[in-house]
């Protein structure tokens, strides 16, 4: 995933003038077996990433929308019906399609690809693959375009998520904190479990663990009580949250795709932290 190569899968954007600049285009027979996994597994992540990203943004908006909306029942029910809408919707016949609710645009090509990826990933049930995945470091791609894929899956999880909405009885109540010991208030831990819901990996459990834990514990934020050691909090998470770390220490690194995560959920939050 260095960007050296480009699979045949995923789709390149050139100018004329870089044509002879581009890297070899390859399908997976021309990759050792070895690789290909070690590709695959990275290609998930940076899907998983994005969706979580995506999905983490449409919360917030939706949360802040719903706080100050005077037809509460009614933007929650517009909000689900545009997302069906998008998903199985019919699709008018023109280039450029407007959506009434949410105000967006697609181009056709792309909600087509979007409704395609819910019939056959969500609907029938077929295992999703990541081969439209570029590296993040391959030059001759489009960097801030959506990936319909990425917009469906995302989509599909804010459904989910708006169907299983609670509506608060007391909007202003403060939420309960059942960690006192760990976390400054309610708030704050109701932060860790929407950053362990979005960045918690199987296979990266101590690092993402560890984001999380230097980010609340900073002293810019102090959701984390000062006296919370690096190995109380890990006995804390394995015990509360079958984390099954070993380690006693909690390096600390901050990859791009957790911080923009992290600072999506920390907006809604820091205010009342």
């Not at 409704?115 to 609907?123: F, G, L, M, P, S």
């Not at 006296?227 to 770390?245: E, K």
Request: hydrophobic share 35%; net charge neutral.
């Amino acid at each position: 995933m260095n960007g050296k190569i480009s699979l045949i899968y995923c789709e390149v954007k050139y100018k004329i003038e870089d044509e002879e600049k581009l890297p070899p285009c390859v399908d997976w027979t021309s990759i050792e077996e070895k690789d290909i996994l070690e590709i695959k597994k990275v290609q998930k992540k940076l899907f998983n990433d994005e969706v979580n990203l995506l999905f983490a943004k449409w919360q917030n908006i939706f949360l802040e929308g719903y706080k100050n909306s005077l037809m509460k029942d009614i933007y929650l029910e517009d909000e689900k019906t545009q997302c069906m809408d998008i998903m199985i919707g019919i699709v008018p016949d023109t280039e450029i399609i407007h959506t009434s609710h949410w105000e967006t645009v697609f181009i056709y090509k792309d909600l087509i690809k979007i409704q395609a990826y819910i019939n056959r990933i969500i609907k029938k049930g077929r295992k999703p693959g990541y081969d439209f995945i570029h590296s993040p470091n391959y030059l001759f791609q489009e960097k801030n375009k959506m990936l319909p894929e990425i917009y469906a899956q995302s989509c599909w999880n804010y459904f989910e998520w708006l169907n299983e909405f609670e509506k608060p009885q007391d909007i202003d109540a403060k939420p309960n904190n059942p960690y006192p010991e760990v976390f400054k208030n309610g708030y704050a831990y109701e932060m860790f479990i929407e950053l362990k819901q979005l960045l918690i990996n199987p296979d990266t459990v101590t690092a993402d663990y560890s984001f999380i834990y230097h980010k609340m514990f900073s002293k810019s934020l102090k959701a984390i009580n000062q006296s919370v050691t690096q190995p109380s909090f890990i006995d804390f998470i394995n015990s509360q949250f079958d984390a099954d770390i070993t380690s006693r220490k909690l390096p600390f690194k901050n990859p791009k795709h957790k911080q923009g995560i992290y600072n999506t959920i920390l907006s809604r939050f820091k205010n009342n932290i």
